[in-house]
């Protein structure tokens, strides 16, 4: 292959750059799917590869009806495959290994996700939207090509770097699955690509860890009705707790959990005043006596607490207008105090809501936590990424000045306008991650061809 030929393959991968959450595609490979590594010992990381090997075995066995169900399947089967290469290369111990072993756990979580909605597309069952509506013609055809484009992509872009640097793998993970992200997306009915939605943190999320309410790896299965649970818990929330759990039979344990959820996040909330807690430790203890009515209401209102909390320790403040959000979140969390709050008698509705308004202070904080630098961009790709994070702070202040409108107007949930609020912010902010993302993959690049850095650098 000439030289030309190499640079223009190469830069067309770094116009695939997306967050490393995202993901690609290859086509169907037929070839024997190897065997796990053997490392002298079951582990985590050897059981998901024969759960692997064994699921690749089953759909490379599959004779596709049509065209689409072969490219739904191509799919299926490259996700498990980059799964798989990054278990391998992480199933030794430390931390260069750990890192991709986690990389290969989030996507082989994902799969299952990605399979439903494979299938949904083929069969035609698929519906979007609020109302549910099926997919439209439009949305199935774009869909299926960006499939395509993962099934053809990810493993040119997997090829380009040494996978056993962590640094090269995720940057060459980012621009591998960024189709199947985009694909994701449409067939959720988002406009663009964002995470796949795995249950295990990010490298993001374990570097702001320390600004969270409670650790990412703080245990799911702890009892609720163990006295040292509730040990801190405001007095209303305490006793109600207290009382549940002496009646085993009717006690509650994830509606306990809720509310403690709750109560702890109000305790950390310093800005709230003495009254405003007191409501919240009578609406908490009435969730745990039998309120289950409110039970999805006092959950988005917890999470919007620890979010607001988070966005709070990243010291914004200047470039906001805090009594605005301050006054937004209070109607969240005191709806009945509002003559304003659209949906106050309906807490399904309202928490949907307040999960829109989180979303929203969940992308401010990450943009202000996100590691940002400049260094080895051009100067054209220095100008862009300005011209980028000056988008992203028009985005931003649109979407804070139209915040409350989420909470205040009847059509909050169905207006095309405040229905992308969220989404224009979000995807500004997914601009700024891919010319941040940039230098990963030039660095990937460079680590293995140093020559070919400098081509994918200049383009």
Not at 101 to 115: I, K, S
Not at 124 to 149: N, Q, W, Y
Not at 165 to 194: H, N
Not at 289 to 308: I, K, N
Request: net charge neutral; charged share 30%; proline share 5%.
């Amino acid at each position: 292959m000439s030289r030309r030929t190499t640079a223009a393959l190469i830069a067309t991968l770094a116009l695939s750059l997306c967050t490393p959450e995202r993901a690609s595609a290859q086509t169907l490979r037929l070839d024997a799917v190897p065997q796990s590594p053997a490392l002298g010992e079951v582990t985590a990381v050897t059981m998901m590869l024969e759960t692997l090997n064994e699921e690749l075995r089953a759909l490379e066995a599959k004779q596709p009806e049509s065209a689409d169900d072969r490219t739904a399947i191509d799919a299926r089967v490259e996700l498990r495959r980059i799964a798989r290469d990054f278990l391998i290369r992480g199933a030794e111990p430390g931390p260069p290994h750990d890192a991709l072993a986690m990389q290969g756990f989030r996507l082989a979580d994902v799969r299952r996700r990605v399979d439903v909605l494979a299938n949904g597309l083929v069969d035609g069952t698929i519906t979007v939207g609020e109302p549910p509506r099926p997919l439209g013609v439009r949305e199935r055809d774009v869909a299926m090509r960006r499939l395509r484009r993962f099934v053809d992509i990810a493993p040119k872009a997997l090829a380009a770097a040494r996978l056993d640097d962590p640094v090269q793998a995720e940057a060459a993970l980012a621009a591998a699955i960024t189709p199947l992200c985009d694909a994701v997306a449409t067939l959720e009915g988002k406009l663009s690509g964002d995470a796949l939605g795995s249950g295990w943190p990010t490298q993001a999320d374990l570097a702001s860890a320390a600004l969270r309410s409670t650790p990412i790896s703080q245990p799911t299965d702890t009892d609720p009705c163990e006295p040292a649970s509730r040990a801190s818990a405001m007095p209303r929330t305490a006793a109600a707790i207290a009382e549940r759990c002496a009646q085993p039979e009717i006690a509650d344990n994830a509606t306990i959990a809720i509310a403690l959820d709750l109560d702890t996040s109000a305790r950390a909330a310093d800005w709230l005043t003495k009254g405003e807690r007191e409501t919240i430790d009578t609406n908490a203890a009435a969730l745990v006596r039998g309120d289950v009515r409110v039970r999805s209401l006092r959950a988005a209102q917890s999470e919007l607490l620890s979010t607001e909390r988070r966005f709070a320790a990243t010291k914004a403040g200047k470039d906001i207008d805090r009594l605005q959000l301050d006054a937004t979140v209070r109607r969240a969390l005191f709806p009945e105090a509002f003559t304003d709050v659209a949906f106050a008698d309906d807490p399904e509705r309202l928490a949907r809501a307040i999960r829109r308004v989180t979303e929203a202070i969940d992308i401010a904080t990450r943009f202000r936590l996100r590691e940002s630098s400049d260094d080895g961009l051009s100067r054209d790709i220095k100008t862009l990424k300005r011209d980028f994070e000056k988008a992203y702070r028009r985005s931003e202040a649109t979407t804070f000045a139209r915040l409350q409108a989420l909470l205040t107007d009847t059509d909050a949930l169905t207006s095309p306008e405040l229905v992308t609020l969220v989404t224009a912010t979000r995807d500004a902010l997914g601009d700024l991650d891919r010319v941040d993302g940039s230098r990963r993959l030039i660095d990937a690049v460079g680590g293995a061809r140093p020559q070919a850095g400098k081509i994918v650098a200049g383009h």
